[in-house]
């Protein structure tokens, strides 16, 4: 690919999928043929008369439904993946209806080489490019996303439930904020990134395929390239690429549909009108807004349409007859996207380069390493000055027999033989008998101490290292981080792979030209023989003319009845909307008092970022705050004070303006002339008298006549033949209680108090 600056089209390619198990069992016929040489797809309406002619469309290319994946690849991806290498910026849509191969396009079967889709064949090729590079860094990372009812999911995430924003820098364009990205080193690194984004995808989906064919899901993959250039500086370039797979383009619909329903039928929708729109107002030159704005989608791929970047559109489309709507509104849309105009170039030394952080880091680390080896060094010198002769007192240092050899031992037995003789000091002074106990203690402390400061200073010397070696293993080097598994023949073979691609390519281009040429110089060559021949062959010309204009025709009438169609749904929409507005409206005016409504209405603001209505929070934080501090007068004091208040305070004693000495007393409590409420007190004989008749029946006993007689005990004595009840020892008894001799049968009262 050159490296040109000059613009150039989005590539438009159409794929038709075979007839799957369903329409063959149920005989569709197949109304879509594909002519691979020209480029052309022709599709015929069975539902419009017979005569009509099958509508053409010729594009960059076209792959019928024994195209392999690998053609696909070898054709159209691979120069733009190579281009992404190179620096450019490259995206690839899937665009059709559900069930047309877009996702076989794009992922295909996973663990089949055979069908793999373009992003695992794109990871082999930018890894096998990267292994066979000479003289460059690279640094290869991946981010998931996905676009759901115009809500962004980082599939790579742990928290799925998170939604991100979308954030626009003056100097790099829009960006997902907070977007993970991890970076990869090979192949198996990056196919397990997609697969734990595919995991996510399907988490929280009830139905995964009606889910997938209402959301967006981008794959991106930034590789960063760094190579010293002729100026003797290292550059680096910045390739991302996008690779996209869309929504089904098949519209939901929004008929019958009522708020929360009708505003998820229209938001799937956005995205991909929006994408229509923005087509739309690229191709048509007299347009000079393009509604980037009107969905995330779109602002986010914003470069991809229009701008700094290589794109590939692939139109996926079903063969059989029951699709054939579908079919050519896919068709038409991507024969649109033909006329885009990119403007690509090659992305050098950005700011935010990841690998320039890197190198710098890296750098920083070493030196770092370096200083600490530095210092190891010099005490190590300083040994050496103290074994020279001079007196050097260290606590029980040994004398060491180092010479210059020992420099270059390496770290770890530095550090081992470092450890072992402090060990051998302290164990020394253990066993030393001549040293006080204390003393000893006091030595054997601070060896400890040095001991743990070594420990410690390898520690961190050992995480640097581990640091410097973990970031710089990130940054890939043909044939050293990757191996490159396929030998010299394989090589050839891809390389003449390519080559027959570019032929093939070259072909069909030449192909339409020739198609195209042939019309206009007919009539420049032709010389007639006779007036007949003429009249003949201007007859057969006419003809062809009329044929041709005929399929204009009709080409407006369908695109005049699908705009007939999209404005009646818009307008169903509208009306919708409208009808709810209409409602709120009537609640507003209704139920919500005028002052409220001025109120939330001076609250509302619109957020340009969000793309919607937003209330400011009822209390501003500079009120708070003015709320909070107290005002200049009355700094010092209790309340606020005048300037003249406070020097009339001072001056004379005024009465006026004592309000700063006023005393502080508690309250002085009245008196208090009521009392609490007692309960009325009752009389023991009446007391006695309704316990008594309160009683229950069968706790009455019966006294035998005479029995108490007998006895010689008086009826009032604490144990009356009721042992049960006689709890209380001191019952008081009632002075009417009938003596037992009177009233033998009745039923004794308990314990009355005696008179
Ligand atoms: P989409 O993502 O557009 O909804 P899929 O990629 O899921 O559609 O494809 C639907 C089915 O058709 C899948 O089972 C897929 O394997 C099959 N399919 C699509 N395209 C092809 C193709 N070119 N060759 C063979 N099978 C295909
Ligand atoms: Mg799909």
């Known amino acids: 690919m050159s490296k040109s600056k000059s613009s150039e089209t989005v590539k438009v390619v159409v794929r038709c999928r075979p007839m799957n198990e369903k329409e063959r069992a149920a005989n569709y016929e197949r109304v879509v043929s594909v002519d691979v040489k020209l480029g052309q797809v022709s599709v015929r309406n069975p539902k419009t008369s017979s005569h009509e002619l099958p509508k053409v469309f010729t594009f960059d290319s076209v792959y019928d439904w024994s195209s392999k994946q690998v053609d696909l690849y070898d054709e159209t991806f691979r120069p733009l993946v190579d281009s992404v290498l190179q620096g450019f910026n490259g995206t690839i849509f899937a665009y059709g209806q ?285 040994r050496r000055v103290g074994e020279s002769g001079e007196e050097f007192v260290e606590d029980g240092e040994e004398e060491d027999d180092e010479d210059e050899e020992d420099e270059d031992k390496s770290g770890a037995d530095y550090w081992k033989e470092q450890q072992e003789k402090l060990e051998k000091e302290r164990r020394a002074i253990m066993e030393d008998r001549s040293l006080v106990a204390e003393d000893k203690q006091r030595l054997l402390k601070e060896k400890e101490k040095k001991m743990d400061d070594m420990r410690k200073e390898k520690d961190a010397s050992e995480l640097l290292a581990a640091k410097v070696k973990a970031m710089e293993s990130k940054l890939l080097v043909g044939g050293k981080n990757i191996v490159d598994h396929t030998n010299e023949q394989q090589r050839i073979l891809d390389l003449k792979r390519q080559e027959i691609a570019e032929q093939k390519r070259r072909e069909r281009e030449m192909q339409q030209q020739v198609e195209c040429q042939d019309e206009e110089t007919l009539e420049l060559k032709e010389t007639y023989s006779s007036l007949q021949q003429e009249v003949d062959i201007k007859t057969k010309k006419l003809k062809k003319l009329f044929a041709k204009l005929q399929a204009v025709k009709s080409e407006i009438q369908d695109i005049q009845d699908a705009h007939i169609k999209e404005r009646q749904e818009l307008g169903q929409t509208q009306n919708e909307l409208t009808r709810e507005l209409k409602l709120k409206t009537l609640i507003m005016e209704n139920f919500i008092p005028l002052e409220e409504k001025t109120k939330t209405e001076n609250r509302a603001f619109f957020d340009e970022e969000d793309d919607t209505w937003k209330l400011r929070p009822i209390t501003r934080i500079e009120d708070d705050q003015r709320m909070m501090t107290r005002p200049v007068s009355a700094v010092g004091y209790r309340r606020p004070l005048s300037q003249h208040a406070r020097l009339a305070m001072m001056m004379q004693a005024d009465i006026r303006y004592r309000a700063e000495n006023i005393m502080m007393l508690e309250l002085d409590m009245p008196i208090r002339t009521t009392k609490e409420y007692e309960g009325p007190v009752i009389a023991p004989k009446v007391a006695a008298a309704l316990e008594d008749a309160l009683r229950d029946e069968d706790e009455i006993q019966v006294d035998a006549g005479g029995l108490h007689s007998s006895l010689g005990l008086s009826p009032t004595g604490p144990k009356s033949g009721r042992p049960k009840t006689g709890k209380k020892s001191s019952t008081p008894t009632s002075a009417h209680s009938p003596s037992g001799s009177g009233h033998p049968l009745y039923p004794q009262s308990r314990g009355l108090v005696p008179k």
């Open 98 to 382: 559900t069930g047309t191969g877009k996702t076989y396009t794009m992922e295909g079967v996973r663990n089949d080489p055979e069908r793999r889709g373009v992003i695992p064949n794109s990871f082999e090729h930018i890894f096998t490019h990267i292994s066979r590079s000479q003289n460059q860094q690279y640094l290869v990372r991946a981010s998931y996303l996905e676009i759901y009812q115009e809500e962004i999911r980082d599939l790579l995430s742990k928290d799925q439930s998170r939604r991100l924003d979308l954030k626009e820098r003056p100097d790099t364009g829009v960006y997902v904020k907070d977007l993970s990205s991890f970076v990869t080193k090979s192949v198996r690194e990056i196919e397990h990134v997609m697969n734990l984004g595919n995991q996510n995808r399907s988490v929280g989906a009830t139905n995964m395929n009606e889910h997938s064919s209402r959301s967006h899901a981008i794959f991106v993959i930034t590789i960063e390239c760094s190579e010293l250039g002729v100026d003797g500086e290292n550059h680096i370039r910045v390739g991302k690429l996008n690779l996209v797979d869309l929504a089904g383009s098949e519209r939901q619909t929004k008929t019958g549909a009522q708020g929360e329903r009708l505003k998820e039928a229209t938001k799937i929708n956005l995205s991909l009108s929006a994408l229509g729109n923005v087509i739309s107002a690229l191709v048509d030159c007299r347009n000079t807004h393009i509604p980037y704005r009107d969905s995330k989608l779109t602002r986010l791929l914003q470069d991809s349409l229009g701008g700094n970047a290589r794109t590939v559109m692939v139109a996926n489309i079903g063969p059989a007859s029951y699709n054939v709507e579908e079919t050519l509104t896919t068709l038409r849309y991507s024969n649109r996207a033909k006329n885009i105009k990119n403007k690509p170039r090659i992305n050098e030394d950005p700011k935010d380069a990841l690998l320039r952080q890197f190198q710098e880091e890296i750098a920083r680390l070493k030196e770092q390493l370096e200083k600490r080896s530095g210092r190891k060094k010099k005490k190590r010198q300083r």
